[in-house]
């Protein structure tokens, strides 16, 4: 039996993925590695990442290859053109699931995406990956920045809960960056929280995490009229400080929590529930 045109010629083309598809996972617990593999020379012409991205030198990619077995990453240059296929095929021949990003960092600017500006991320220069330190016992703020910061900075960042009177001592010794503490950078400025801080100062503007700081805001400094969600995520947030006395069994159970309202303030808004339902 003869075989079909359709058959004999069946794409073995790389996956692209386009912005909109991975703007869309992005934030989520199902996002996948992001790779930035533009040369030092485009780099330096623009020191921004998309959100939640590594650099990786191009020439270096492959040695990630035990790190990103069963994981799915997508990878980008400035173009999309011949590093990011380049980058994305050498990956897939050693059996990682990679895509590249159509259009790469041009594509996404061009998309109006939000895009991180690098000196804002506090790396260590031993891991490449971020270090904080806040005070002991969350409730709100200091559940809701580690949520923005693993979904949209770094998502192998570290958490250090330590009693007030040391949090900046343990921040110096331990090369760690203190947040929501009076007096410091990443913190609440004039009626804003460092939620929203961390927003402005990382270029997140976008209507759905902007709509979830207005929530956080009302939970966080007891103005709960600011939307009608402010005192749902205060009744839970508290809620889970009384059933976690491990402050990281606690940061665990919030990011599930931020994860749903992130989806409501994304796509449910307008979403209504009745009683009785349709039939």
Known sequence: MATSPKSRHKSTSLNAISVRNLSRLIGTPSAPVVLDLRTEEDFAADPTIVPAARRQPFEAVAELVPELLNQHVVVYCQKGLKISEGGAALLASHGVNAEYLEGGHFGWRDAAEPLIPVDKIPTLADTGSTRWVTRLRPKVDRIACPWLIRRFIDPQAEFLFVSAANVLPVAERFNATPFDMEDIF??????????????????????????????????????????????????????????????????????????????????????????????
Not at 208 to 222: C, E, N, Q
Not at 244 to 254: C, I, K, P, V
Not at 256 to 266: Q, V
């Open 186 to 279: 990443w913190s609440h400025r004039a009626d804003q929280c460092t939620f929203d801080t961390m927003i402005d100062e990382f270029n997140l503007g976008h209507e759905a995490l902007l709509r979830l700081a207005l929530i956080v805001r009302g939970a966080d400094t007891d103005h709960l009229t600011l939307a009608p969600q402010c005192a749902g995520l205060l009744a839970a947030s508290l809620g889970l400080s009384r059933m976690h006395g491990n402050d990281h069994e606690q940061l665990e159970a919030g990011m599930h929590l931020y994860d749903a309202f992130y989806r409501w303030c994304r796509d449910a808004v307008s979403e209504t529930h009745v009683w009785p339902g349709p039939a």
